[in-house]
T-cell receptor
């Protein structure tokens, strides 16, 4: 089955700096890569996703890049704000399996 | 309701008792997932339903765990003879289909004492 590794497990940045979280996956058939944000005590919510037919996707301060050859994808957050502090999960899935396999999460702390 | 609804929000049970957790997915969503999240940990896959296909039960940790999805809508996760290590937040999510965004419920916090 799919195996997703996520790094780092914790990340602390100063407000205004950029944050990068990286994930690798094992199943070359994976073709959908969502990122979820989970604030303390709340449910995970999708913030951005990418499919394997594109290499990069942006949404305001958030971007995701995908390298299918190397089987890794990354989340980039620019101009970080304290409200970006949360746990971020990457995931991978493919059309056959359908379900998402999640990374272990990254706790991002943005210090004002 | 607009979102995924789970009940109860909190459940405290004695070791050895059976519990049932309920999930009401978003109407029309064919995919339904159960995940388990221990304190400060990641999302552990339990089971996945997709339409009328046989469920993917590969994540169920033991035969004490089972789940049903009736009429392609509501799902119930049953844990028999609960153990202390079953204590966690159980999250349900639904999606429009395969390989799509998962919409999570607020979770059921299960505490086994």
């Amino acid at each position: 089955g799919e195996n997703v590794e996520q790094h780092p497990s914790t990340l602390s940045v100063q407000e205004g700096d950029s944050a990068v979280i990286k994930c690798t996956y094992s199943d070359s058939a994976s073709n959908y890569f969502p990122w979820y944000k989970q604030e303390l005590g709340k449910r995970p919510q999708l913030i951005i996703d990418i499919r394997s037919n594109v290499g990069e996707k942006k949404d305001q301060r958030i971007a995701v890049t995908l390298n299918k050859t190397a089987k890794h994808f990354s989340l980039h957050i620019t101009e970080t704000q304290p409200e970006d502090s949360a746990v971020y999960f990457c995931a991978a899935s493919n059309t056959n399996a359908g379900k998402s396999t999640f990374g272990d999460g990254t706790t991002l702390t943005v210090k004002p | 309701g607009a979102g995924v609804s789970q009940s109860p929000s909190n459940k405290v049970t004695e070791k050895g008792k059976d519990v049932e957790l309920r999930c009401d997915p978003i109407s029309g969503h064919t995919a339904l997932y159960w995940y388990r999240q221990s304190l400060g940990q990641g999302l552990e896959f339990l089971i996945y339903f997709q339409g009328n296909s046989a469920p993917d039960k590969s994540g169920l940790p033991s035969d004490r765990f089972s789940a049903e999805r009736t009429g392609g809508s509501v799902s119930t996760l049953t844990i028999q003879r609960t153990q202390q290590e079953d204590s966690a937040v159980y999250l349900c999510a639904s999606g429009r289909g395969r390989n799509t965004e998962a919409f999570f419920g607020q979770g059921t916090r299960l505490t086994v004492v």
